[in-house]
């Protein structure tokens, strides 16, 4: 892993993940998060995956939700939401909510890949 302090692997983590992928599409989800999670959201991004923040969790998660809400209260989560990958699901929506959009997600790749 690169680096020597807390945080320098976010874009090895994304390439990882990129990589395992291997085409397929793929998620990040964001559960709360401090200082790390805004450069890990951004590697994320910049990989062209999409954030699914999960809002009420805590934190760096709650910014971004408030953010999609039109309530910035943070420049970095302008930048991310400002890509258009990026979307909340409720932490009371349970598990199904957060399936259902992931399912969606791989859906309507799957259909784009299909039609290249």
Same mark, same amino acid.
């Given at each position: 892993m690169p680096g020597s302090k807390w945080g320098? #692997?976010? $874009?090895?983590?994304?390439?990882? *993940?990129?990589? +395992?992928?291997?085409?397929?599409?793929?998620?990040?989800?964001?559960?709360?998060?401090?200082?790390?999670?805004? #450069?890990? $959201?951004?590697?994320?991004?910049? *990989?062209?995956? +999409?954030?699914?923040?999960i809002a009420d969790s805590g934190r760096t998660a709650d910014l971004l939700a408030a953010g999609l809400r039109a309530d910035p209260t943070d420049a970095r989560a302008k930048e991310l939401i400002a890509s258009g990958l990026v979307q909340a699901v409720d932490l009371t929506a349970g598990t199904i909510a957060l399936t259902t959009i992931i399912e969606t997600i791989f859906a309507k790749e799957s259909i784009r890949s299909d039609l290249q």
């Open positions: 320098d #692997e976010s $874009a090895w983590i994304a390439d990882v *993940a990129t990589q +395992l992928a291997a085409g397929a599409p793929s998620v990040t989800v964001l559960i709360n998060g401090g200082e790390v999670t805004w #450069e890990d $959201a951004r590697q994320s991004v910049r *990989a062209g995956r +999409l954030v699914i923040t």
